[in-house]
């Protein structure tokens, strides 16, 4: 079992920057990804990180924008955001995968998830 808490979470207008972290209980899995869901919308993949090689992958919208990092020392995740847009605001939440069977960005990929940190973006 896994247990993930992130943090860093908040309201920040467009343009601005926020850093997520997600603190992990071990770092085991073999991937670890970012996810969100906006109200009324389908939860959706944004990066994710191969915790062997340190491979990233990004969903289209967050390319240039956003950074997945890891700290395996700290055993903390973490997701850079810049940039930020008011189609960026929703909850996120952190996952872990012991293996990746549908795809790094893929939610049914995960088998643990933290409890989410909200991001709000005014305009």
């Known amino acids: 079992q896994v247990q993930l808490v992130e943090s860093g979470g908040g309201s920040v207008q467009a343009g601005g920057s926020l850093r997520l972290s997600c603190a992990l209980s071990?770092?085991?899995?073999?991937?670890m990804g970012w996810f969100r869901q906006a109200p009324g919308k389908e939860r959706e993949g944004v990066a994710a990180i191969s915790t062997g090689g340190g491979t990233t992958y990004y969903t289209d919208s967050v390319k240039g924008r956003f950074t997945i990092s890891q700290d395996k020392s700290k055993n903390t995740l973490y997701l850079q955001m810049n940039n930020l847009k008011p189609e960026d605001a929703a909850t996120y939440y952190c996952?872990?995968?012991?293996?990746?069977?549908?795809?790094?960005?893929?939610?049914?990929?995960?088998?643990?998830w933290g409890q989410g940190t909200q991001v709000a973006i005014s305009s």
């Open positions: 071990t770092y085991r899995s073999a991937c």
């Open positions: 996952a872990a995968a012991r293996k990746i069977i549908f795809g790094s960005l893929n939610e049914r990929s995960y088998n643990y």
